[in-house]
């Protein structure tokens, strides 16, 4: 397989006349300034590895316009989604899912981060298949021709002191203990199925969501299996309120006290730290995945990440609740959110907000491997068109800058994954209606007597 890219982003900067070259599932060449061969299909416009989407709550989709009607914090916004999640079962979750992940990699999404906490049925009492939810997402990552990480969440608290209630009871195994044992029996399953396109990872809903005896073994297991944990942190001040107020530290300090900070890492959102919390996650070279554009839509606040990336922590990008899904937004976002906050331009170049969308996402989903144009790596590659409305001018040096600051999800052409073509001239080759698809299944798990607030 090989393809001839007009342009090409390899990571340190825009290269002519690329010609890519695979075997199976990895690149073999990457070779600039070669004339186009008869047999190889042309990329025209800007070629990139394929992006990667470090945190995503699939079933969130369906709350996209409902809940931008009137306002609120939030914990309202949460009450909606708790509706939401009681309504889904792994039949219906899959449909969903696989209709999200489409439109995923029409965005040029490769990969995607699912942070996975809806799984028992409503009240808790587990499927008959424990992960039926869990397989629910893999399957519907292969149907959208994605890869996955699964990052099977411990919840078991709906406060620090407060007990599981209502939608929640949906979460919880009970214990860590539980928790650890129902991931193993997925990976088991997983390994045994031989998913090449899925990984099993951990994840620590939050410190509001798991005591800290609980947290140190979710911990512990995510370091003995080399998997990449994640965790939401300090999303909001009342967060970081009651984890002073019950353990005298904040949420940053306490995860490091439970083992469960370091270079396999993520903390999704970090939005209110001191400049402690900041050092200490540099010091660890604790991940962060910034979520701007639902940071911006629950009115979280901007979270410091450059100073965080200055301190020695990689920053990745997710598209969270999906307000959006469009890593091209939250790339700019990061950049722009800091200029409104300092009042200064610059702090982000084009090519380290790719690294953000491309290779530290990969990483942080434990997929190495994956995120660059170079040979031996994941065989991923999306082309931006350079001549839309919104790119069109931009001279060639200039076209990883008119990606990130100027282009959109609309304008992604063509999309690779594992050696794979998945997306070609703007359609999904395997999910045929993706604007069908998602509004069959949100409409199967929404209420039509749902009417938006005054």
Known sequence: MRWHAELAWLGDGVAADVLIEADGERFTTITPGVPAPPDAPRLPGLTLPGLANAHSHAFHRALRGRVQAGSGTFWTWRETMYRVADRLDPDSYRALATAVYAEMALAGISCVGEFHYLHHRPGGEPYDDPNAMGEALIAAAADAGVRITLLDTCYLMGGIGTPLEGPQLRFGDGTAGNW???????????????????????????????????????????????????????????????????????????????????????????????????????????????????????????????????AGSPVCLGSDQHAVIDLFEEARAVELDER?????????????????????????????????????????????????VRTAGAAP???AEAAVFAATNADVRHVVVSGREVVRDGRHLLVADVPGALRDAIEAVTSEEETPPA
């Open 340 to 388: 409104l906050r300092t009042r200064r331009r610059g702090h982000w170049t084009a090519g380290a907000l790719l690294a953000a969308a491309t290779w530290n996402g990969h990483h942080s989903l434990g997929w190495p491997e994956a995120g660059r144009l170079e040979p031996g790596a994941y065989a991923d590659l999306v082309t931006v068109a350079m001549d839309t």
């Open 397 to 399: 040096g200039y076209a």
């Open 180 to 310: 650890a044992r129902r991931v193993d029996s997925l990976r088991e399953q997983s390994d045994k199925a031989g998913r090449l396109h899925a990984r099993i990872g951990a994840a620590i809903h939050s410190v509001r969501a798991v005591p800290r005896e609980q947290m140190s073994a979710v911990a512990s297991w995510a370091k003995e299996r080399q998997a990449p944990l994640h965790v939401h942190l300090s999303e909001q001040p009342a967060e970081n309120e009651a984890c002073e107020a019950r353990y005298g530290m904040s949420p940053t300090r306490l995860l490091a006290e439970c083992g469960a900070l370091g270079a396999l890492t993520t903390a999704v959102h970090a939005t209110h730290l001191s400049e402690a919390d900041i050092g200490l996650l540099g010091a660890t070279m604790t991940g962060v995945c910034m979520c701007p554009t639902t940071e911006r839509d629950l009115a979280d606040g901007i979270g410091p990440a450059r100073a965080l990336c200055d």
